[in-house]
């Protein structure tokens, strides 16, 4: 698995070009990500939304027509997908698929593991491919996501929280911004988020 990485927009959001036996899974494109998407690909397949919000999205309908690929997101982030919810004037897309939870789904054959980690937004998700998260706006190193984000739930963020510390593997973490890290390492901090979290409510 080959991975390139290239913040993109005013968020500076990470947007992940993942091949897999041939194959190029574009995940999270942002903010003005079609052009470096474009030079980058040679096979692409689908492009794959973490969540709805702007700064993750933006380029998915340029990058729909330019490829003719289909467009996957969590299916309780889609309306953002026609309205941002922080507004912001997000061109409009519409997923061909919507993951409706916790599940792997076959794309040209490759697993891609959509895991539900509330809280940031109504369906938040990490996307796994083999051994690796791309974890989006819920884990970052050392932080998590917001949770006072309209649409957002503090309670729903505790439970995602308590859930991913109840995984015993280990894997690399590549967030929607900043540096990669490992789930084991971000376990341990956990515990502190989960109190941060509580003292807001």
């Known amino acids: ?7 993109m927009g005013m968020t500076q959001t990470n947007c992940y070009i993942v091949t897999v036996e041939g194959k190029d899974f574009i995940i999270d494109p942002g903010m003005d990500a079609t052009p470096w998407v474009l030079a980058n690909v040679t096979n692409p397949v ?10 993750h999205v933006w380029s998915n309908q340029a990058l729909k ?10 299916k309780g982030d889609s309306f953002m997908l026609k309205k941002c919810p922080l507004g912001q004037p997000t061109p409009p897309s519409t ?3 919507e993951v409706l939870g916790d599940e792997t789904l076959s794309i ?8 539900i980690f509330a809280g940031h937004t109504p369906a938040c998700s990490i ?6 998260w791309f974890s989006g706006d819920f884990l970052f190193q050392q932080s998590i996501g917001r949770w006072d984000f309209p649409f957002s739930d503090g309670k729903e963020m505790i439970k995602s929280l308590e859930k991913a510390m109840k995984i015993n593997e280990d894997y690399t973490i590549y967030p929607g911004h900043g540096l990669s890290t490992t789930l084991k390492a971000e376990q341990k901090i956990m ?7 509580k003292n807001t409510m």
């Open 191 to 197: 515990p502190y988020w989960i109190e941060q979290v």
């Open 65 to 74: 027509e330019k490829l003719n690929i289909p467009l996957y997101c969590p």
């Open 127 to 132: 996307i796994q491919i083999k051994d690796v």
């Open 1 to 7: 698995m080959q991975i390139k990485i290239q913040p």
């Open 46 to 55: 689908a492009i794959l939304n973490t969540h709805g919000h702007f700064d």
């Open 108 to 115: 040209e054959g490759i697993p891609i593991t959509y895991r």
């Open 95 to 97: 997923p061909n698929h």
